[in-house]
């Protein structure tokens, strides 16, 4: 059974930081491509962050420069250390297990809301 479960979500103020992480089982984790989405209220799920298995990776305008994203493949764990965090980052955030687009999975999400 895949399970990837994501934890490290909260309340945190403009211009603080938060690191997500997301454990996955079930899978060979390190061929897989994997990234972070989010989805605010009432908009339509997007894409944050990807790792790919060689390690190279790719961020969406609106957080370059202030996300990273990283894995270890020995824990099994991506990461999502979230700095100069802004109200419009506050969304659900998804973790995904891409390989190839012929396999798909997803996390459950957790809550991050930024505000003071």
């Known amino acids: 059974q895949v399970q990837l479960v994501e934890s490290g979500g909260g309340l945190v103020q403009p211009g603080g930081s938060l690191r997500l992480s997301c454990a996955a089982s079930g899978i060979i984790f390190s061929i897989y491509t994997m990234g972070w989405y989010r989805q605010a209220p009432g908009k339509q799920r997007e894409l944050v962050a990807t790792?790919?298995?060689?390690?190279?990776?790719n961020y969406a305008d609106s957080v370059k420069g202030r996300f990273t994203i990283s894995r270890d493949n020995a824990k099994n764990t991506v990461y999502l250390q979230m700095n100069m965090l802004k109200p419009e980052d506050t969304a659900v955030y998804y973790c995904?297990?891409?390989?190839?687009?012929?396999?798909?999975?997803w996390g459950q999400g957790t809550q991050v809301t930024v505000s003071s």
């Open positions: 790792i790919t298995s060689g390690g190279s990776t």
């Open positions: 995904n297990g891409d390989f190839r687009r012929v396999l798909d999975y």
